[in-house]
């Protein structure tokens, strides 16, 4: 998650399939908003933000605190009390920044722009503000900058934002519009900036960060007229570094007592007429409140996918903030004319029902917010494969981290083989199988040819692991950084493939990538019982400490070999068996939870977090670890723990995630978990039964069938399942298959307050 670099009409909202969520009514029309809280999550590590957006947005309009250090990924942090302006592009939960772009802030008085250089995390026209007078909704984000007595609100389309400022009477009011202020301060390696009329702007940057060649063009329409004043110029950074920068400072007539001004914005990764035509289509008028309707509307579709019984207002909080947060990315990535950057770094015309994506946390999102979408969204999800497959296409390998249609070496894994396969083990495939298996034989092996994308990112997506893994039959740890990790990854992204291979009909190719998927065992240590780095001679890590952590130089990954020791989702069993068996297992399992929980190393990731003894819940690579007690035999183990992290780690409160919220992952989990049950191995379309935390939900598919959840003698403190009823047939083992709820099901739980036998199965 701390993931360093390498290197229309308002109502066309709804209308249109490429950037709405689910067209299905809600139900009873509820107001499923009023239960979010998009500040969950922008204090501690969670690094979310509370701008105005709708699902799937191209453009994230929200308000800027910081620019530098860990926290400031996403551009907002709670406790930062003086805020830089709005900008256009903005990343939700991650653990690496980039965007920031065109940051707009309205002034009266004096426009400040020096001293630009030596502010940390401000710039000097800065505004101090007040969470007392903030307020954030889906699709609505107000706040009052004390410094210049002006009010903003935002609220947006997918590819447009309108912005109401409402001013006090005076005779200097204005704008600024940055074009060279970004979020990590970037560096920018081209800035455009035009006026186009007494009420249009535009302008153009490319950036070169995370993104190695981010490009963003905007669109900028005032509702009064206006004076520019182009400020491009050099300045010196602390470094003595020539920087340039280009921003508009803009002023307006004289304003009277609370008048209101309007500016509308409009982005696209094509070109400044892409973004103007994404402006007047998506808002033509200067009708503020209708475009907030249509986001509130286009929201409530979305999270009136699963309605939820509960009591407790705070855990209602959480779980619509949850599915919120798992509404926001990947983002379209395609104009209202079809146009979209490919990954060619070239402009195609695409068309608007095969959408284009961008931002793809799959080393996050795979495990979760994935399976959750083969759910609540399978169509939605082979867009996104879909997606995935046009890359490969034009970039030459399928991505593993895609940001604003770049590669980023970013993270461990070709996880994108793991979406394929899972749709394709459900049946909701709906791409090409022999294009899914030539792209994800490709990402198995170390070939950098006809990659699109500079040399030291094409190294880094292709690295010398992928070779010795497939000659040697595992990594060398003296070779490569993250052997273990990478090997584990490989492992089930092989076997992955071998399911890719069997709908390609290619007999040769399951079985060659089946037994790759078996190179897990190459890693574990009898001796110790551990996952164990080892080198090019045979020999195993020393000196070895299961508690060592030595961030992006050791031989995990954001991990140490207590969580990475469970990661063979694919061959539980075998785990099992190389453990000695399911008492041994178990008795292992119980280690983990109960050791002591300190770490070492000279640098520890700090994405170990959400510790539960060893076990980290802050971090992916635990979040299927509390289901494999189901694997040994002792499930009442599972709905404990599983209880333990519903109740401690997700709150509703700022600091109310353990752990970078991971584009949807986080969220994901809990959503997942508190219906009662998780997937452990995409591909193998088997659910594994924690606990359900609601007296009652339904999930609303999209073939107008539910899953429905009864819970009998429920409390809080009935933890325990004393028995289940799956479509009115009693449930003795606790484990079932898409095939039992994909078109739809009812579940009937009997809960008590001490362990039972329940799902044992006799030995």
Known sequence: MNKLLLTLASG???????????????????????????????????????????????????????????????????????LNGFSQSHLSGTGCADYGDFLIIPTVGEQVVDPQIDTLQNRPYASSFSHANEVAEPGYYSTYLDRYGVKAEITSTARAAIYRFTFPETDKAGFIVDLDYAIQEQTNTAMELEVVSDTEIRGYKMT?????????????????????????????????????????????????????????????????????????AEIPAWDFDAVRSDARKAWNEYLSKIDITTEDEADRKIFYTALYHTGITPSIFMDVDGRYLGMDRKPHQGSLDKPIYTVYSLWDTYRAFHPLMTIIAPERNNEYINSLLVKYQEGGLLPMWELAGNYTATMTGYHAVSLMADALTKGIS??????????????????????????????????????????????????EYESVAKGLEYAYDDWCISLLA????????????????????????????????????????????PRSSN??????????????????????????SLMGGEDAFAGKLDSLFTADSSLEGDLVSSDISGLIGQYAHGNEPSHHIIYLYNYANQPWKAQELVDKVLKEQYRADIDGLSGNEDCGQMSAWYILSSLGFYQVAPGRPVYSIGRPWFEHAEVRLPNGKSIEIKVDNYSKDNMYIESVKLNGKALDRPFFNHSDIVDGAVFEYVMTDKPTEWGVSAK
């Not at 491009?232 to 004289?254: E, Y």
Request: glycine share 8%; with cysteine.
């Open 430 to 479: 709906n791409f090409d199988p022999a294009l899914a298996y030539e792209a994800a034989q490709k990402s198995s092996r170390r070939d950098t040819s006809g990659i699109v994308t500079p040399l030291p990112v094409k190294v880094a997506l292709q690295p010398m692991s992928k070779e010795y893994k497939n000659k040697l039959g595992y990594i060398p740890c003296d070779l």
């Open 551 to 576: 961030h992006r130089a050791d031989d995990y990954c954001e991990g140490t070999a207590w969580q990475w020791t469970w990661y063979v989702p694919q061959d539980v069993d075998g785990l099992i």
């Open 12 to 82: 066309t909202l709804v209308a249109s399939a490429a950037i709405t969520a689910c067209t299905q009514a809600s139900a009873d029309n509820k107001d499923y908003t009023a239960y979010v809280d998009p500040f969950i999550g922008t204090g501690g590590h969670g690094h979310t933000f509370p701008g105005a957006i709708v699902p799937n947005g191209m453009i994230q309009p929200s308000p800027d605190t910081r620019i530098h250090q860990w926290d400031a990924c996403s551009g907002y942090y709670y406790a930062d009390t003086l």
């Open 208 to 280: 070169k960060y995370w993104a190695f060649d981010q490009q963003l063009s905007f669109y900028a329409k005032f509702s009064k007229p206006v004076t520019v004043t182009k400020l491009t110029d050099t300045i010196l950074d602390s470094k003595g570094n020539p920087t340039a920068r280009c921003k508009a400072l803009v002023s307006l007539p004289a304003t009277t007592k609370d008048e209101q001004v309007y500016v509308k914005v409009g982005v696209s990764a094509v070109d400044w007429d892409g973004a103007r035509k994404n402006l007047e």
């Open 502 to 545: 069997e709908a390609a009909g290619d007999t040769a190719g399951v079985a060659r990538y089946a037994e790759l998927g078996n190179a897990y065992k190459q890693y574990f240590d009898p001796s110790v019982r551990f996952m164990r780095g080892n080198d090019s001679k045979g020999n195993w890590r020393t000196p070895f400490s």
